[in-house]
């Protein structure tokens, strides 16, 4: 780390009032260039920390620019990891408020549930599915609070890899029972489509981004519990949305999710 605790303190001041009143700020790196991924991590613990402390709840984690169209579309190569809360899930069917938002763009996922918890570096595909319950289709909703949606690995790890909203929905399967690598996704946006893809995208098998997951938090002394709700990355390019926009995710035999930005 570089950062002392009173300037990462300072900094999750600055990213708290982005996120919670929708608008951009820097990036953080412009004004400490030595900032390092751990004093992004650091951000997110303090930020961690704030909601907790009024009134919100952990859920689960997710992972993030874990497929090549992601990576391109944002000029970062390395994944990141950012903490979901149950404020930020939104019902599927339901209506999406733009003015809590910056710029959206939607992802489609495969989120997974944990019935056993995940534990240490080096994991293997099969340990990973054998702690998982089900998984099941997930949009997420990411929104920069950086200008012009423009970032660098660090400032995107302090803003919380950009969570903003995730919707949870169609049906839930044992990951037994599929080939994990080859779910077929579209996304559809006022009935066009406007990406499509499989789930072999995200790190050839979306497994591997648990996998990277559970070493990240092993390196600091902690574990994905049972019960964690983890979301593996977008399989496409994340699609931008405006208001009166609506969306659908078709996920191949696991159904589809649908909402509205008003
Ligand atoms: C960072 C978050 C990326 C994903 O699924 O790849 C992410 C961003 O692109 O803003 O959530
Ligand atoms: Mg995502």
Redesign the pocket.
């Known amino acids: 780390m570089s950062l002392d605790a009173k300037t990462i303190s300072a900094l999750t001041d600055r990213v708290l009032h982005a996120q919670d009143h929708a608008h951009t700020i820097s990036k953080l790196t412009d004004e400490h260039p030595s900032m390092t991924v751990d004093d992004g991590y650091a951000v997110q613990d303090e930020l961690r920390r704030r909601w907790i402390a009024r009134g919100d709840r952990p859920v689960g984690v ?1 992972a ?4 090549k169209a ?1 990576m391109q579309q ?1 000029g970062v190569d390395v994944p ?1 990891f950012g903490i979901l809360m149950s404020s930020m899930a939104r019902p599927e069917n339901g209506l999406i408020e733009m003015d809590q938002l910056v710029h959206p763009r939607i ?1 489609a ?1 495969i989120a997974f549930v944990l019935k056993s918890e995940l534990k240490g570096k080096g994991l293997t595909i099969e340990q990973v599915i054998e702690a998982t319950d089900y998984i099941i289709p997930a949009v ?1 909703v ?1 929104d ?1 609070r950086f200008e012009k949606f423009k970032f660098d690995l660090v400032s ?1 790890i302090a803003d919380n ?2 969570s903003s909203r995730y919707v949870t929905g169609g049906r839930p399967l044992d990951p037994r029972k599929v080939d994990l690598r080859t779910i077929g996704v579209v996304i559809e946006k006022n009935g066009e489509i406007q990406a499509l893809g499989a789930s072999a995208a995200v790190l050839n098998h979306p497994a591997n981004a648990i996998i990277m997951l559970a070493d990240h938090l092993a390196a600091r002394g902690e574990s994905l519990p049972a019960g964690s709700y983890i979301m593996t ?2 399989i496409t390019e ?1 699609i931008p949305v405006s208001r009166g926009d609506n969306v659908v995710a078709r996920f191949q035999d696991m159904g589809s999710i649908s909402f509205k930005f008003v």
């Open positions: 997710k993030g620019l874990t497929s992601k944002m990141g992802e996922e997420e990411i920069s995107v890899c950009s990355g977008g994340a």
